[in-house]
């Protein structure tokens, strides 16, 4: 049996060698990149450079293993052009998506490890991908985001700076005064050890409301600290105001119905006994 008839199966044995190699040296070098990258970008942007450059190597190895099998890269390439328009046409909101991923990547308005809030959806980011961004809430719930949605509403990043400033909106009875509950609630933060001293909490009085005098208790604390400084601050100013005889008051309604009229008669009947 003449070499020839064995040269389709050793050009098929070595394509299997070339994309097996690929697999291979796609994943150390994609590993080795990520780990001189992380030391110059975040994360996110060396996640996103991991698996471009994974990608690419394999996409090389793949083209040697079919050119080794025969087939020619001119025809590849020109069925690869076609079928992209095709692709392109079928799925524009994945091309939209991938425009808005390559925004979200050059803007930065998040990183991997941030707590945004996205509508009504607040969650910490695990991915920023070209099409979507993965996100994981409080009550472990996975949440994907396509892109185009984060360019086109507003985003808050919870976690971009490293304090935050809780806004307590409390009520006061209307006997109440005023410059006694802004010491009242000032010692309240002083003696909270995650409120910070610098800035300095913030007392503002913000009108007459139906039932009480409204005030706005403003606290800063570190960003780790923010939910724990939330809670404790409830509980510390009720306890305050308990031990000051500070009335936190319930609505109250009066009945008017003018100055010529006599007041209603109330009359407090028991209830009639069972037989």
Avoid: C
């Avoid at 409080?138 to 976690?159: A, C, G, M, Q, W």
């Avoid at 700076?161 to 009242?184: C, L, S």
């Avoid at 005889?245 to 609505?251: L, M």
């Amino acid at each position: 049996m003449a070499i020839s008839e064995y040269e389709p199966l050793i050009h098929l044995i070595q394509a299997a060698m070339l994309v097996l190699a690929g697999f291979v040296v796609a994943s150390v070098v994609a590993r080795a990149s990520y780990k001189i990258m992380i030391k110059h970008l975040s994360a996110h942007h060396s996640s996103l450079f991991k698996r471009l450059l994974y990608w690419l190597i394999l996409a090389l190895f793949l083209a040697s293993a079919l050119h080794q099998m025969g087939f020619s890269l001119g025809v590849l390439l020109g069925a690869a052009g076609v079928l992209s328009v095709a692709i392109g046409f079928a799925s524009q909101t994945s091309a939209s998506n991938l425009i808005s991923g390559l925004f979200l990547v050059g803007e930065k308005p998040f990183q991997l490890g941030d707590f945004i809030k996205v509508g009504e959806t607040i969650g910490e980011v695990l991915s920023i991908d070209l099409l979507s961004v993965k996100l994981r809430t409080f009550d472990n719930l996975y949440v994907r985001i396509p892109n185009e949605s984060l360019i086109k509403t507003e985003v808050t990043n919870l976690t971009r700076f490293p304090i935050r400033r809780f806004d307590m909106q409390v009520g006061v009875a209307y006997r109440e005064n005023i410059a006694r509950v802004r010491e009242v609630l000032m010692k309240v933060a002083d003696e909270n050890p995650l409120s910070l001293d610098e800035p300095a909490p913030l007392f503002f009085f913000t009108g007459f409301g139906d039932s009480s005098l409204n005030i706005q208790f403003s606290v800063w604390a570190k960003r780790e600290n923010f939910r724990d400084l939330r809670n404790s601050l409830h509980e510390g100013v009720k306890n305050a105001f308990d031990e000051a005889g500070i009335e936190i008051p319930f609505p109250h309604r009066t009945l008017y119905t003018g100055s010529a009229t006599t007041p209603f008669p109330v009359q407090v009947v028991s209830a009639p006994e069972k037989e």
